[in-house]
């Protein structure tokens, strides 16, 4: 029942300004099998680094970051256990890009690695992201009625990300985070942007990251100016976005001064890539976890 009512109720509250912005029809079972195709997509479009220094720092963060995010934010939602953390590194030079996907697939594009310039801002970057996917804004910005049109027919309908249109696709990228597309990425709201950029910071100093590179990162972005990267071309303007979270920084690092994991960090779980469906074929929908191997675009440097 609750699948037939989602369309009406989401356009309901697309009528009302401001309305219900935490609320959420879609679980995280819900939206799992459109994440790891989001992901396998992305990763075919781009091609897969598998060893290297970047890897290498891409993992640590992400082991770390994961670790920190085991806080009341996810224990609401029933536990770290909830999500198979994952972090992939994308041979992607010219898109400055990140996005942490529904149940903790995380991938970071080669191409913001020199704006992040060091681990520390690669922190920053992966935190907020990761705050995005633990706060479930995929799932409340398709509540919101922001999936409209032939996605979300395709959401109700069942289908797989490879059975939709090109336009169905797009559209559920685009709203669980993955969009990479100038005209395409729909823009978190300036609420959840606020979210994601405290608790983003959170788990930066939980890891034991220098909180101080999230202004100087703000700084570089604002210092790209028109060249603006994909990544955070709906996002509020970097120079007040900087000077937001230099104030923070004292007040988290109070409040987390002495938080301590609760247990072993979570290991990151690596699963093969999907294979594009070949033209002209109906495609099986995926399993999470059941994905078959593809070849990589790009040999690993």
């Not at 987390?256 to 890539?273: D, R």
């Amino acid at each position: 029942m609750l699948r037939l009512l989602r369309p009406v109720l989401a356009l309901l509250l697309a009528l009302l300004p401001g309305a219900c912005a935490n609320l959420n029809f879609y679980s995280d079972a819900d939206l799992d099998p459109l994440s790891l195709q989001a992901y396998d997509e992305s990763t075919n479009e781009h091609g897969l680094v598998t060893s290297g220094p970047q890897y290498e720092m891409v993992q640590r963060v992400a082991k770390r970051i994961a670790a920190a995010a085991d806080g009341p934010e996810l224990e609401a939602a029933g536990g770290i256990e909830k999500f198979q953390w994952q972090a992939r590194l994308l041979k992607a030079d010219d898109t400055p890009n990140a996005f942490c996907l529904p149940n903790g697939r995380i991938a970071i594009y080669t191409g913001i690695l020199p704006i992040t310039q060091n681990e520390d801002g690669l922190a920053v970057v992966m935190g907020h992201e990761v705050a995005h996917a633990v706060l479930r804004h995929g799932g409340k910005r398709m509540t919101q009625g922001m999936l409209t049109g032939a996605g979300l027919q395709a959401v109700e309908a069942g289908l797989g990300m490879a059975e939709m249109g090109s336009d169905a696709r797009a559209g559920v990228m685009a709203v669980l985070g993955a969009g990479s597309q100038v005209g395409l990425i729909l823009p978190f709201s300036r609420s959840h942007e606020t979210e994601a950029d405290v608790l983003g910071l959170r788990y930066a100093v939980r890891a034991g990251y220098n909180p101080e590179e999230a202004p100087k990162l703000w700084d570089r972005m604002a210092a790209l100016g028109g060249t603006t990267p994909e990544w955070l071309s709906t996002h509020p303007a970097s120079e007040a976005r900087a000077a937001n979270l230099k104030a923070m920084i004292p007040q988290i690092k109070a409040e987390e001064a002495n938080w301590k994991p609760k247990g072993p960090p979570p290991q990151l779980v690596s699963t093969p890539v999907s294979k594009p469906a070949a033209s002209g074929t109906t495609p099986a929908k995926l399993a999470p976890g059941k994905a078959q191997a593809a070849p990589q675009k790009n040999k690993p440097k």
